[in-house]
């Protein structure tokens, strides 16, 4: 196409998508309505307005402004635009965006906040790709979304393409989507219900993921029906639960593990997170007590995957925007996570052959 028909074009675009579309008040363009939008050196212009097929004849003016907008564009000397009901065979393609290649979807959950499970789900994707699986991460915590700073990702914006699907962005070697990408960060959290709902399902079934060997979600702290409503979206491989040694967290871990039976997903395991401090000098402190987590695990007879020590190096490194694992793979922390990593896929592959989950009691 040369320049001049660029242009034209270009300005046709323009015009067609300062008309707003019925449903969703987008303009036109945007919303995805105008399709096969051709224009030829002599002028004459062509595209097809798809209406969905219940509401089609609203659609109907809304093809006649187009046309006159079109037109209304100088160097345009005929304008053909067709209104077309869109059927379930041609809508948007869906079939590109979901988790539908992706190979296993893992959860990782905490039942209350400040435990690290952030932390521990970023570097875990990272030590998932650093054993060569392609991995994608998925921030569903819609109220306190992480992944812009624990990935340094920051005010950078996922690409919306012409088919409405989201592409995730990258970063450190992971796929990554978070609501955090989609609002402005210093607008106020206030959503609720039906648009965080709405957000979590855009996230999962809008955004091309493409061919993934795991899929980490990092959920929203807690084990209500929220949480529950997340995970019974898609066909989970498993769950980790991430805890603190301290007791009251434990109570909580009991609950987590009760709601993964409910979605008859296999827990994987359960990680210690903060497990104790180690000075220089090779002294271990238990700040939040000794191997709480540990114990629970075997108590309900879910799999323990290992202890994640407090330490500054992995602290700052969120702080920053770079995954310990991702930046700093030969830190004792980082082989720690890739450890752990790989006896949650153990666990996985174990756990969904056709044998039976764990059952809690
Ligand atoms: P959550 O997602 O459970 O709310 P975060 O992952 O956001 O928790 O962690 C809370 C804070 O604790 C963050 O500042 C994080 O850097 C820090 N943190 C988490 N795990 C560790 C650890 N093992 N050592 C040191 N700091 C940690």
């Known amino acids: 196409m040369n320049n001049r028909l660029a242009d034209l074009t ?3 675009k323009a015009r067609l998508n300062a008309i707003k579309d019925p449903i969703g008040g987008k303009g036109l363009f945007t919303s995805g309505r105008v399709k096969g939008l051709d224009a030829r050196a002599d002028g004459k212009v062509s595209f097809t307005i798809e209406a ?6 609203l659609y109907a003016p809304v093809r006649d402004r187009a046309e006159a907008a079109a037109r209304s564009v100088d160097g345009v000397t005929s304008v053909t635009a067709v209104l077309t009901a869109e059927t379930t065979a041609n809508a948007p393609a869906k079939s590109t965006g979901g988790v539908g290649r992706v190979k296993q979807i893992i959860a990782v959950a905490s039942a209350k906040g400040g435990v690290g499970k952030s932390t521990v789900a970023v570097n875990l994707a990272c030590a998932f790709a650093s054993l060569g699986m392609k991995t994608g991460l998925l921030d569903l915590d819609v109220y306190g979304p992480s992944a812009p700073t624990l990935l340094g990702t920051g005010a950078k914006k996922p690409r919306m393409r012409e088919d409405k699907l989201l592409e995730p962005l990258e970063a450190h070697g992971l796929k990554t989507m978070s609501i955090g990408y989609l609002v402005d960060p210093s607008s106020p959290m206030i959503w609720r219900g039906a648009m965080a709902t709405s957000a979590v399902r855009q996230m999962i079934d809008e955004v091309v993921w493409g061919d993934l060997d795991v899929l980490l979600l ?3 702290p807690g084990t209500g029906d929220v949480q529950l409503t997340l995970v019974q979206r898609v066909p989970l491989a498993g769950a980790v639960i991430v805890s603190t040694p301290q007791e009251m967290a434990l109570a909580d871990v009991r609950r987590g ?3 993964f039976e409910k979605t008859r997903a296999p827990i994987l395991g359960v990680i210690e997170n903060m497990a104790y401090f180690e000075t220089p000098d090779g002294q271990r402190t238990h700040i ?3 191997g ?3 114990r629970v695990a075997a108590d309900v007879g879910a799999p323990f995957l290992g202890e994640i020590p407090i330490d500054v190096a992995l602290r700052e490194s969120c702080d920053v925007g770079a995954p310990l694992v991702a930046t700093q793979p030969e830190h004792p922390v980082s082989k720690r996570f890739r450890e752990i990593a ?3 896929l153990d666990n996985a592959a174990r756990m969904n052959k056709p044998a039976p989950a764990i059952r809690i009691k």
């Open 10 to 12: 270009e300005r046709v």
């Open 52 to 57: 969905p097929a219940d509401v089609a004849e």
């Open 218 to 220: 990092d959920l929203p």
């Open 257 to 259: 593990l009760a709601m």
């Open 288 to 290: 939040f007590g000794e």
């Open 292 to 294: 709480g987590a540990k």
């Open 342 to 344: 790989a006896a949650a």
